[in-house]
């Protein structure tokens, strides 16, 4: 019987699948790390947590899983922000963020009963956020925004400042942008 053959024992898958993430820079689907080990999907989301739960740097993103490296040159200009649109307009808003050079860090939610809800986003470019919005379409999924009268905040990030004034200028005149 082959290695390949022979079904990995939890703690070697475990150290398997953190090896390949931590050797890839883009996401893994959770989908393509079960077939890889020859497990389900939920036994990956169990690694994964159990990963997570001996402090592995690993998020779960639309994309898949990342294994988050060490800081490498963080953007000098990080900034949270504010916004209030329909489901309809979250295509708008991110393009809009992303076409004017600004890194998409996250989005947050207050829940009335868990409190503030974060998912990690991490979009750059329109191409992310198609496959962020895809990924919404084809799991039928609902925005967060939803469970807060389309109010949300993202944390975002630029090489520069004048790329996030500009940016949030953009968003202003779409009426996306909650001012104080």
Do not use: W
Not at 54 to 68: D, H
Not at 80 to 101: F, K, M, P, W, Y
Not at 126 to 152: A, C, F, N, P, W
Request: charged share 30%.
């Amino acid at each position: 019987m082959t290695r390949e053959q022979k079904k990995m024992k939890a703690p070697e898958r475990r150290r398997e699948i953190l090896s390949l993430l931590q050797s890839e820079k883009e996401p893994i689907k959770g989908g393509e790390l079960a077939e890889k080990m020859k497990v389900s999907r939920q036994v990956i989301v169990g690694d994964v947590s159990l990963l997570k739960a001996k402090n592995e740097p690993i998020i779960a993103t639309s994309q898949g899983y990342l294994y988050v490296q060490e800081n490498k040159a963080a953007p000098a200009f990080e900034r949270t922000i504010a916004c209030r649109h329909s489901a309809e307009q979250t295509e708008t808003e991110l393009n809009i963020l992303v076409d004017h050079g600004v890194f998409i860090k996250d989005v947050t939610v207050e829940h009335p009963v868990y409190g503030d809800l974060t998912a990690s986003l991490l979009l750059a470019n329109r191409r992310d956020v198609q496959t962020l919005l895809e990924r919404i379409r084809e799991t039928k999924s609902s925005y967060l925004l939803e469970l807060t009268g389309g109010i949300h905040l993202h944390t975002i990030s630029a090489d520069n400042n004048k790329a996030i004034e500009e940016a949030l200028d953009a968003l202003q005149a779409e009426g996306i942008l909650l001012k104080s």
